[in-house]
């Protein structure tokens, strides 16, 4: 969407809207660490962030890269910088390819600044001279895929200082095709006020966006103040020299001062605040918290659907994805990014080409060994592995190899069942309550356009020992709402599914539209699941030295039990699926894995034996009796 189109809702709405920059890290583990924290800063709900371009296009690759993830991957709308610096006109070519491949819409045009080694700006041979020839070239060979966003300078910029000359120069660039102004940093909104109606006088109707610089430290704000040569308000040095030893304190003192500033630009029409981030989020998220711009616990938000969507180029329209991504979202993007079309409206040949293998970046286990063994510690029984489980549960960890984000206020209602589970060493991955037609505002299970209803059937998933794996296939069996799909590592799948196609799990019903399906079931994305579950359960086991307790404990779940999903098709049943699972446990959970022995009711069953074979729909079981 062109950010040009956001700006104009905010002003008839009246309703504020911000903006986030990022900057490429120089290192890999910085470029990680920011894209974590941009998954994170997603949810204070920006309608855009944009990438800065590296100086003289030093890292223009890995802003071309930012772009792709922040779009595609995190589902940010995103603007990329681009500069003249240093820019041939194949690489103006290359990063706009890049761009318009991710799904990217939007471009600040801008002539940047000289690279280091020179003290005086110039263009590259048949490279561009003033950001307005680079404006005039993507209008002219990208017409209007485009919204470009051009730089204003209330307070002038390095070399030139004169304000008449700085304002032709934005008109020009206005009327070559910007449609919307981001200015530098400032802090003196009395001048920036007085600018904006300069920009009127003169013609200039676009929106402009204020750029603004959160206080972090107070050494920093008086460098990058410095760096920028714009004005310091006395009333804010008063308020700050008092506290600059105490960065606690400058972060305090500064919210309310940035907010303040915010807070009268807003009351004189401007309608989006644009955040310089550093990379940083806590200063930037205790502005927006000031202002009471971040969404607040328990609020409905504005979803459009019940997953997180992707602006990929061509995922835009895509509405349908398995529920077996649902705590995997960036997996889920990378293993099917090579798809030609995604689902839209149903899950039919979309299905096509297969899933992207395991070795595609984002789907492998998140951290190093030492990092994920100080998360998870060093189980050594079963009952350790069900307590990591069930602290996850609980909120005491944040994640697991399975879930990259904490349990979410959906589970609240099937908690305590999902906490009994995993104590009796039935261990969870995926669940969701049913729902019978709860408002599309509510502010746990809504999403979608007003006015309209959500449903879901309840859903779990989970690892189960080959011990109980029989006891409990037999009780689905004899449930007519139920069905499921299990499957061992190396084993066939075992289902009692009616076919192959796809089974609904969350469905919507909203005005003036046909039912949307968007969570599915279905039999060829669950063995592609299949892989890369158990590979995250490996991946687990291997943090840990070969030959430790800890290793063989988990590797020895992971190479025997079963992973089963279990859809109760009556979404009316609130606990049909927990009432399965009485009187199952895992027998001693303190000693040694034992995937021979189920326990039901206190007793082991006489006819209770793991099967090797495949379960059919019509109940019969193909395969030899090992017990």
């Known amino acids: 969407m062109h950010i040009k189109d956001k700006l104009a809702e905010a002003h008839r709405s009246g309703k504020p809207v911000f903006s986030f920059e990022f900057f490429p890290p120089k290192t890999a583990q910085g470029v ?102 680079l404006i005039k070239y993507i209008k002219e060979k990208y017409n209007d895929h485009f919204d470009i966003g051009v730089a204003g300078y209330p307070e002038g910029c390095d070399d030139e200082q004169d304000p008449d000359v700085l304002m032709s120069h934005l008109k020009q660039k206005v009327d070559a095709g910007g449609t919307f102004i981001v200015t530098q940093m400032f802090y003196d909104v009395d001048n920036f006020l007085a600018w904006v109606d300069k920009c009127r006088a003169n013609g200039i109707t676009v929106p402009i966006v204020p750029g603004i610089m959160p206080i972090h430290t107070h050494a920093a704000f008086l460098r990058r103040a410095n760096f920028s040569n714009c004005k310091i308000p006395q009333h804010w040095t008063d308020a700050l020299e008092p506290v600059k030893n105490d960065d606690a304190e400058v972060r305090e003192v500064g919210k309310g001062l940035v907010a303040e500033m915010c807070r009268k630009m807003i009351s004189h029409g401007i309608m989006a605040l644009h955040f310089y981030t550093m990379n940083l989020a806590q200063s930037t998220k205790m502005v927006l918290d000031e202002l009471g711009m971040i969404p607040k616990e328990g609020t409905p938000t504005k979803k459009p659907l019940p997953w997180r969507q992707s602006l990929g180029l061509s995922r835009r329209e895509e509405d349908v994805r398995p529920v077996f991504w649902k705590n995997r979202h960036k997996s889920y993007v990378a293993r099917t990014q090579d798809w030609d079309e995604f689902p839209n409206g149903r899950w039919g040949d979309s299905r096509s080409p297969a899933f992207g293998e395991l070795d595609a970046y984002n789907i492998g286990l998140k951290g190093t060994n030492e990092q994920n063994i100080k998360l998870w ?91 109980l794996i029989a006891e409990l296939i037999e009780r689905i069996d004899r449930q007519e709402s139920m069905t499921f799909y299990a499957v061992a590592k190396d084993g066939e799948l075992q289902t009692n599914a009616p076919s192959d196609g796809p089974n609904a799990v969350t469905w919507g019903v909203f005005p003036g539209k046909e039912i949307v399906q968007p969570t599915i079931v279905e039999t060829i994305s669950f063995l592609a699941w299949k892989d890369e579950a158990f590979r995250l359960g490996t991946d687990w086991a291997n943090c840990h030295p070969a030959g430790s307790a800890s290793r063989q404990l988990i590797e020895g779940i992971m190479n025997n039990w079963y992973l089963i999903n279990i859809v109760d098709n009556d979404f009316h049943s609130t606990r049909g699926i927990f009432e399965l699972f009485e009187g199952l446990q895992v027998q001693n959970l303190n000693g040694p894995l034992n995937n021979s022995q189920p326990v039901v009711n206190g007793h082991t069953p006489r006819h209770v034996a793991e099967l090797n074979g495949t379960y059919h729909a019509n109940g019969n079981v193909h395969g030899e009796i090992l017990n």
């Open 32 to 133: 990680q660490n920011l894209y974590d924290r941009m998954d994170r800063m997603h949810d204070l709900g920006p309608a855009f962030v944009d990438v800065t371009w590296g100086a003289g296009g030093s890292s223009s690759q890995l802003t071309c890269e930012m772009v792709h993830v922040a779009q595609t991957v995190h589902g940010l709308e995103t603007c990329m910088h681009l500069t003249c610096t240093d820019m041939a006109k194949g690489k103006v070519d290359h990063a706009l390819e890049e761009a318009h491949k991710a799904g990217c819409t939007n471009i600040l045009a801008l002539r940047g600044d000289p690279p280091r080694d020179n003290q005086k700006w110039q263009a590259v041979e048949g490279g561009f001279r003033y950001a307005l020839d």
């Open 377 to 467: 510690g060093k189980p050594e029984s079963l009952r350790d592995v069900a307590d990591i489980f069930t602290r996850f549960l609980e909120g005491e960890l944040k994640s697991l190899p399975w879930s990259e984000a904490p349990v979410t206020d959906e589970a609240a209602p099937i908690k305590g069942d999902l906490v009994d589970l995993n104590r009796r060493g039935l261990l969870t991955i995926t669940s969701q309550p049913s729902v019978n037609g709860v408002k599309s505002s509510d502010a746990v299970h809504g999403w979608g356009p007003p006015g309209g209803y959500v449903y879901q059937k309840a859903y779990l998933e989970l690892l189960v020992s080959p011990a």
